[in-house]
């Protein structure tokens, strides 16, 4: 079966029902996988310290993967999925559209 890229996408959805799911590096090189319609913004809160406990403590961060889905249910059923995933795996998933 082949294996297929991500589409590569805008930074901000193309349809009101449209959503990103991303991986972004952060400074102590852990990663961090979230969803969201807009992706400049949301990168805008995480490095201001706004987004999410997690990543406050460890900007700048930067976006090493983005794709999108249809619809919110598709993002949170694909975040989880990218969360399960060991750190080489997602780090191999960076790769690819690299």
Not at 8 to 20: G, L, N, R
Request: charged content about 30%.
């Amino acid at each position: 079966m082949a294996k297929l890229k991500p589409q590569k996408a805008k930074p901000k959805a193309d349809s009101p029902e449209q959503w990103f799911v991303y991986i972004l590096r952060c400074s102590d090189d852990s990663l961090y996988t979230g969803i969201t319609k807009d992706l400049d913004r949301r990168v805008e809160q995480h490095n201001a310290g706004k987004a999410s406990r997690y990543t406050r403590g460890r900007i700048p961060v930067a976006v090493k993967y983005h794709e999108m889905q249809p619809n919110h249910s598709a993002a949170l059923k694909r975040e989880l999925t990218i969360k399960a995933l060991t750190r080489q795996d997602k780090l191999s998933l960076i790769d690819s559209v690299n």
